[in-house]
Nanobody, 122 residues
Framework: QVQLVESGGGLVQAGGSLRLSCAAS????????MGWFRQAPGKEREFVAV????????DYADSVKGRFTISRDNAKNTVYLQMNSLKPEDTAVYYC???????????????WGQGTQVTVSS
């Protein structure tokens, strides 16, 4: 069993940066791929980024490539999402997820956090 708690969201102006954190509990954290998703009001949840259990492979949605960076620290049971050059369209609730790599990318991770709000003002 893995429990996930996101933090680091907030209000930022366009062009600014935020770093989200997802703290995990459970002894299997390091065995899971981890991903970030987001859901804007009135829209479906969408994939943002994923990182393998070892951290040696990552993938990103086209909309965030070059601006967002996912990383993890297995010693701290934490995955991060560094978000730079934020745009108003990045406004959403951001969720982290854990599970098998393919299931995480498909939005079907085994474990999910409750989300953290990111609001980017223009």
């Amino acid at each position: 069993q893995v429990q996930l708690v996101e933090s680091g969201g907030g209000l930022v102006q366009a062009g600014g940066s935020l770093r989200l954190s997802c703290a995990a509990s459970g002894r299997t954290f390091s065995a899971n791929s981890m991903g970030w998703f987001r859901q804007a009001p009135g829209k479906e949840r969408e994939f943002v980024a994923v990182i393998t259990w070892s951290g040696d492979s990552t993938d990103y949605a086209d909309s965030v490539k070059g601006r967002f960076t996912i990383s993890r620290d297995n010693a701290k049971n934490t995955v991060y999402l560094q978000m730079n050059s934020l745009k108003p369209e990045d406004t959403a609730v951001y969720y982290c997820a854990a599970g098998n790599y393919r299931t995480v990318v498909a939005g079907a991770g085994d474990y999910w956090g409750q989300g953290t709000q990111v609001t980017v003002s223009s």
